[in-house]
């Protein structure tokens, strides 16, 4: 009698995959569909950045030539790659770079000058301003000024109107400029800052340029991380080529 070698009996986890899949995961296949293609929130326009053309003007890479192609917010938030290629957005880098800034931008992650408040024709004035420290923050420090018993200071970047340091606030009530720094005594230094005359650095303005958000593009050496070896190979055979000559 002969025994032949039988195959290993299926285990249940195994059956799962081979009998036909109930009709409630289909539905759920379905709902997943449809959950995958609602459209992203459209977010709101800030004071620097009010409306679509500011927004290509401010990431660069020339899409600013798209401006009458994509002409509201809310088209530039709601539009899919497909339907930029249709539009003319070309090449699919720029749409992808695109794509991504408008990611970044619900994130709420901006450039230089992305969250200045007080803006004016697509400028904004910095300051810099000397404000009290809260009694909480320096009750257990022995700083030289608490000890002659002078009020504790700090020197801040602000974008605030006049009006509001009239009201003499705090470092608590205030929020400095990111991406700002203080030099020295009282002089702004930043990218895009443009100095005040007569005031010593202590009052700058930022305006919206072209390309400040920009992410530039790497450049290639010897044709890119694909091409490296082909490339430098053909150059080192023509080299042997015209040293024998």
Not at 44 to 68: C, E, M, W, Y
Not at 168 to 197: A, C, E, F, N
């Amino acid at each position: 009698m002969i025994i032949r070698n039988l195959p290993p009996p299926l285990l249940p986890s195994t059956l799962q995959y081979l009998l036909p899949k109930p009709q409630s995961s289909q539905c759920l296949r379905h709902l997943h569909a449809r959950a995958s293609a609602s459209q992203p929130s459209i977010p709101q326009p800030t004071p620097f950045v009010p409306d679509a053309s500011t927004f290509l003007k401010l990431i660069g890479r020339n899409l600013s030539q798209h401006v009458g192609k994509i002409p509201t917010w809310q088209s530039l938030f709601s539009l899919t790659s497909p339907q930029l290629r249709e539009l003319g957005v070309e090449p699919a880098r720029a749409r992808r770079y695109l794509l991504w800034w408008r990611d970044r931008f619900r994130k709420g992650i901006f450039g230089v000058g992305g969250d200045l408040k007080n803006v004016k024709d697509g400028g904004a004035e910095l300051r810099v301003v000397e404000v009290p420290v809260a009694k909480a923050a320096v009750s257990k420090s022995r700083s030289t000024s608490m000890a002659i018993g002078l009020p504790r200071t700090k020197r801040m970047i602000i974008n605030e109107p006049p009006e509001v340091m009239k009201k003499s606030p705090s470092s608590q009530d205030l929020k400095t400029v990111d991406g700002m720094k203080l030099v020295g005594v009282r002089t702004i230094v930043g990218p895009y800052v443009q100095h005040v005359k007569g005031t010593r650095g202590s009052v700058a303005t930022i305006k919206v340029q072209e390309g400040m958000w920009e992410v530039r593009r790497g450049l290639k050496v010897d044709g890119g991380e694909r091409r490296k070896v082909q490339v430098r190979r053909k150059r080192l055979l023509e080299e042997r080529r015209t040293s024998r000559k």
